[in-house]
């Protein structure tokens, strides 16, 4: 597609289940990012793939949050157990191979989750 | 410890003034930063970037200003326009090369006032 493409634009869902959330980077980009916003706030840093390899994931704040990256292109960002604290905007974000000057990210437009 | 911070947290101007809005980084070593704007709604959206061996950039009716001395970051919009309101964050990242992790502000909203 043209743009990062995340799915679902929304996700409710009760304290205790899983939740799965999709991302669609722009064709041809091999970095990929998840960010979460919590409101009002700014972008925190969640998880970075460099093609299906997560060399950077210190911002995932606890063990029920994990993700994946399958042939270079789609990523599942996946929460398990979900808790209330969790209600945020996800982000995902794709660039170009990082290094050669063009670090700057194209966002989707997120997926907000509202656990009740 | 790597932050990047914002000195005011709401804007408002008349529209066809100039807006300016802030940013202070604590990371000496960020040597690329990067401005978004972001609706309400959407993803943030790429702005102007500027590296750490220039001073100034400019771009359509943006200007990004950066004085390392100070640790300081700002985003210039000429003639602002209704269209210019939205969140605004500065984000940095401290190595270039690396894991190419950005780090945001909290954001400044931006009210243009017709």
């Known amino acids: 597609g043209a743009g990062v493409s995340q799915s679902p634009s929304n996700k409710v869902t009760e304290k205790g289940k899983d939740v799965e959330l999709r991302c669609d980077p722009i064709?041809?980009?091999?970095?990929l990012y998840w960010y979460r916003q919590s409101l009002g706030q700014g972008l925190e840093f969640l998880i970075y793939f460099q093609g299906n390899s997560a060399p950077d994931k210190s911002g995932l704040p606890s063990d029920r949050f994990s993700a994946e990256r399958t042939g270079g292109s789609v990523s599942t960002l996946t929460i398990q157990r979900t808790q209330q604290e969790d209600s945020a905007v996800y982000l995902c974000a794709s660039s170009l191979v990082p290094g050669t000057g063009a670090e700057k990210l194209f966002f989707g437009s997120g997926t907000q989750l509202s656990v009740l | 410890g790597e932050s990047v911070g914002l000195h005011l947290p709401t804007l408002s101007v008349q529209e066809g003034d100039n807006s300016i809005i802030n940013c202070a980084y604590s990371n000496s070593a960020s040597d690329y930063f990067i401005w978004y704007k972001q609706e309400s709604g959407k993803g943030p959206q790429f702005i102007i970037d500027i590296r750490s061996n220039m001073d100034k950039r400019q771009g359509q009716r943006v200007t990004v200003l950066l004085n390392k001395t100070v640790k300081h970051l700002s985003l210039q919009i000429a003639a602002t326009q209704p269209g210019d309101s939205a969140v605004y964050f500065c984000?940095?990242?401290?190595?270039?090369?690396?894991?190419?992790?950005?780090?945001f502000g909290k954001g400044t909203k931006l009210t243009v006032n017709p």
């Open positions: 984000a940095e990242n401290p190595v270039l090369g690396g894991s190419e992790k950005l780090v």
């Open positions: 064709s041809g980009h091999t970095a």
